[in-house]
């Protein structure tokens, strides 16, 4: 059995992409102590082993970074920019 089975080069990217996003939210979350970003990093991190369909990742993706960013915005107090 091939080491990523049946996965195309461009999922491998696209969760690559996702997970390293990820795992840099996440690093900036703890520094910043910024729990909204902290969260979504580790969502993120763990988003590529879930979905694995290249749109469903980057729609998912998508809206972990938009929720991670609204949600620290709102409930931080850095108000609507």
């Known amino acids: 059995m091939p080491l990523f089975g049946s996965m195309s080069p461009l999922q491998i990217a696209?969760?690559?992409f996702v997970?390293?996003?990820g795992m840099a939210m996440f690093v900036y979350g703890k520094k910043a102590?910024?729990?909204a970003i902290l969260v979504a990093g580790l969502a993120l991190?763990?988003?590529p082993m879930l979905a694995h369909g290249?749109?469903?990742q980057l729609g998912l993706?998508?809206?972990?970074?938009?929720?991670?960013?609204g949600l620290?915005?709102?409930f931080e107090g850095g108000g609507v920019a």
Do not use: D, K, Q, T
């Open 14 to 16: 696209v969760g690559l």
């Open 19 to 21: 997970g390293l996003l």
């Open 33 to 35: 102590e910024r729990p």
């Open 45 to 47: 991190c763990v988003l």
């Open 54 to 56: 290249v749109l469903a």
């Open 61 to 69: 993706a998508a809206a972990c970074v938009v929720g991670g960013v």
């Open 72 to 74: 620290g915005r709102v």
